[in-house]
């Protein structure tokens, strides 16, 4: 899949083209693949929180 592309304003139109974006990747899916997926994805997103608050408080 591409590798999606937003405008630096963010608009209404990148909202969608997020949730299209998602659409395609997940509509072959299975509702395990799928709840896998979304974990990996939630895990890596909390890794990078911990990762930023980390680098944060060093400065």
Do not use: C, Q, V, W
């Not at 405008?7 to 799928?34: A, C, G, L, V």
């Amino acid at each position: 899949m591409d590798k999606l592309s937003l405008s630096p304003d963010f608009t209404i139109d990148d909202i969608h083209k997020i949730r299209e974006h998602n659409y395609e990747i997940t509509k072959d899916m299975s509702m395990e693949e799928k709840l896998e997926y979304y974990n990996h994805l939630g895990t890596a997103a909390e890794k990078e929180t911990k990762r930023r608050r980390a680098l944060k408080r060093r400065k």
